[in-house]
């Protein structure tokens, strides 16, 4: 919380002083315009007149932006700063009507003698200094914090500087024309007053322009691209939806990420959590909203693409076997279904999972789902334990005679529903590939079913060897033998 609070006071502090600038330039430009009947020097006391007025608009805008985000503005309250913007511009605007309109007057309808002093010169250069410093200082915190309304506030001074140089020339241009003679020098004050209006015109032209722009919600037509630049981070497959707001100095980005849609919930959120990372880094943001979505990956597999549409039909797949056949390719597997399901509803979301495998896959030519049923009720059953030795002896002359040989421990046999469920531990080394060691595990568990009669639930539980010895003996140490 420091750094919004340094900057609000950082903000309002430079605010401040600026009024009191435009109080003494305003004061000071009325008294010496009317003494000397300058239209230059009357022009610019309107301008510094609105400046004031200005100045107090920012400082009380940059005060209300600061305050926090709340049930009416959920994105802050920035944009008292762009209609602060939106209100010096027009001040500008009307300011140069005025000093048209009365320009017109005097160069083609009236005379105005304008009396050359010491003190006109000496105003206008008063006002070039304080302008330059106020417009630095503003200029800076506006940089310093993204500030539309300081931004503002500095053109205006900064307009001054320029506006006070051209008033400066048509004083000069007055006293060469009472000096040398040339009446026509002396209209060159209402010039002066022109080209004042025409600085004012093209400062509030661009002004106004930036500040709609930041009401309506525009943004540089590069400020996506370069969003989506910064978001492709690793394991973004594409970037979608940029959209981005301002809210006085604070940007508000939105966007929609595609990622692989094999990956997990956890490494998509990872992947989320990155990309808002660098947009913030880049681009200085506020606040980086990211939704995600799945996408199918080039040259994504059969069997990645039959896990992903079994869970979207909220379905488990296992056990796929893909047959490559010269006229097409087939898939048989297992359906895991809600075990509370009767056999026509898990039946129709398996239909419904098939089609929808046809469709993302024209070229398969078959699809053959196995229904298990899946829950607390499929997954609890009552067993007894049995010391069933002709199952031990059937294991220990199995693996006796297997490449490699394995040694079968911790054994356990129960007696559910009129069948005998086996589980037992082997110990391989440690390099041997798992589908290596799948197909050594179902040679096993056929021939065990092939010898001992009523065997159900075959688990074979596979572990490494701790070292070379434990590999060659097929089961763990003495140390380990508890494990």
Same mark, same amino acid.
């Given at each position: ?124 250069? &008063? ?53 040398? &003679? ?302």
């Amino acid at each position: 919380m420091a750094q919004p609070d340094t900057a609000a006071r950082e903000k309002r502090g430079v605010a401040l002083s600026s009024v009191v600038a435009a109080v003494l330039l305003a004061g000071t430009k009325i008294v010496v315009g009317v003494t000397t009947g300058s239209l230059g020097i009357l022009s610019e006391a309107a301008h510094s007149g609105l400046d004031l007025a200005a100045a107090a608009m920012t400082w009380w805008a940059v005060r209300a932006a600061a305050d926090p985000p709340d049930r009416r503005h959920p994105y802050g309250h920035g944009k008292f700063e762009n209609l602060s913007a939106l209100f010096e511009t027009l001040l500008l605007l009307g300011t140069c009507l005025w000093i048209v309109y009365e320009a017109t007057l005097r160069l083609f309808f009236k005379w105005v003698p304008v009396e050359v002093t010491f003190w006109g010169f000496a105003v206008m250069a &008063g006002s070039i200094v304080i302008n330059h410093s106020r417009a630095r200082a503003l200029g800076r915190v506006a940089r310093k914090y993204q500030s539309q309304a300081l931004e503002a506030d500095a053109l205006h001074f900064s307009s001054d500087i320029w506006s006070s140089w051209v008033v400066i020339g048509g004083l000069v241009a007055v006293a060469l024309a009472q000096r040398l &003679g040339l009446p026509w020098l002396e209209r060159a004050d209402a010039l002066a007053a022109l080209g004042v209006a025409g600085i004012v015109v093209w400062v509030s032209m661009k002004l106004g322009k930036k500040t709609v722009d930041d009401l309506v919600d525009a943004v540089p037509e590069d400020l996506p691209g370069k969003v989506a630049a910064a978001a492709r981070v690793d394991g973004v497959l594409d970037v979608r939806a940029v959209r981005l707001r301002r809210s006085g100095p604070e940007l508000f980005v939105e966007m929609t990420l595609a990622v692989a849609r094999d990956a997990s919930f956890e490494k998509a959120h990872d992947i989320a959590h990155r990309a808002e990372a660098a947009v913030r880094q880049e681009l200085a943001a506020t606040d980086v909203v990211v939704h995600v979505e799945p996408a199918p990956i080039e040259g994504e597999s059969l069997l990645t693409t039959s896990r992903l549409l079994a869970a979207r039909h909220g379905l488990g797949a296992h056990a796929i076997r893909i047959y490559e056949q010269p006229e097409g390719a087939s898939v048989e597997l297992h359906l895991e279904v809600d075990d509370k399901l009767r056999l026509d509803e898990a039946h129709d979301r398996a239909d419904r999972f098939e089609a929808a495998l046809h469709e993302a896959i024209p070229s398969l030519r078959r699809v053959v789902t196995h229904l298990e049923p899946t829950g607390d009720g499929s997954a609890t059953c009552r067993g007894a334990s049995l010391d069933d030795a002709s199952v031990g002896r059937a294991l220990d002359e199995i693996c006796a005679r297997s490449e490699p040989l394995l040694f079968p421990h911790e054994v356990v046999v129960q007696h559910v529903d009129g069948a005998l469920d086996v589980s037992f531990h082997c110990t391989l080394a440690p390099d041997t590939s798992i589908v290596d060691a799948h197909a050594l595990t179902e040679r096993v568990e056929k021939e065990l079913r092939a010898r001992v009669s009523h065997v159900g639930r075959v688990v074979i539980h596979l572990e490494p060897a701790a070292d070379a010895a434990d590999a060659a003996n097929g089961g763990p140490s003495d140390a380990d033998s508890g494990a």
